[in-house]
């Protein structure tokens, strides 16, 4: 008699880190990596000096269709604990700028970036205190950690921003935009 070998289909993908953040992916000991591949029910296999993470599906696909941005957003900059956070809230997810699709030069690039994170951080803190989103200015991205309406507003700001608009304008935008992501919060609470 034959056994018949229920075949499982696993899904695999590849994200690249850049070489400076692979440790952090990895973590001390490993701890991160394993703390991804636990939440995420996923295999992670990573090459240090390529800097690719191969991310195979172990049983849950919906977590494991997650994990590449969990990877992504470490690698753009985030705290493990931050990217992690894609995992626990459904609609929290990670939207990435690429700069460099709206600078002609890195002279361009650096003043661009130099707006956005503001004298001493305090736009980019600005960006995520009034958002509501977790915001990294790294390389020639802008990475965001949020809901999708938290993500939108950051996306208008830093948008607001690259196109010159005064810092001034932004952060009305910024207040006005916090003002109406209370409301609607406070209109949606159970009363």
Same mark, same amino acid.
């Not at 929290?92 to 956005?116: A, C, P, V, Y």
């Not at 990294?136 to 921003?161: D, I, K």
């Given at each position: ?19 400076? $953040? *692979?440790?952090?992916?990895? =973590?001390?000991?490993? &701890?991160?990596?394993? +703390? ?5 029910? %996923? ?71 130099? $707006? *956005?994170?503001?004298?001493? =951080?305090?736009?980019? &803190?600005?960006?995520? +205190? ?5 915001? %990294? ?55």
């Amino acid at each position: 008699m034959f056994k018949r070998l229920r075949r499982v289909s696993t899904r695999m993908q590849h994200v690249t880190v850049p070489q400076d $953040r *692979i440790g952090v992916v990895i =973590g001390a000991g490993g &701890e991160t990596m394993r +703390e991804i591949e636990e939440r995420a029910n %996923v295999r992670l296999d990573v090459d240090s000096e390529s800097g690719s993470v191969a991310i195979e599906e172990r049983d849950d696909p919906v977590a494991a269709m997650v994990a590449p941005d969990v990877i992504k957003a470490i690698g753009r900059g985030f705290k493990p604990e931050t990217a992690l956070s894609l995992l626990d809230h459904d609609l929290r997810t990670f939207d990435l700028i690429d700069l460099s699709e709206h600078t002609r030069n890195d002279n361009d690039l650096q003043r661009k970036k130099g $707006r *956005i994170i503001g004298e001493n =951080g305090r736009t980019r &803190e600005l960006l995520e +205190e009034l958002s509501g989103a977790s915001v %990294v200015v790294y390389g020639s991205t802008v990475g965001a950690v949020g809901q999708p309406e938290e993500l939108e507003v950051v996306r208008r700001a830093v948008g607001m921003l690259l196109d010159g608009a005064p810092h001034g304008a932004v952060y009305s935008y910024l207040e006005r935009m916090s003002n109406e992501l209370d409301d609607d919060v406070n209109f949606n609470a159970p009363q």
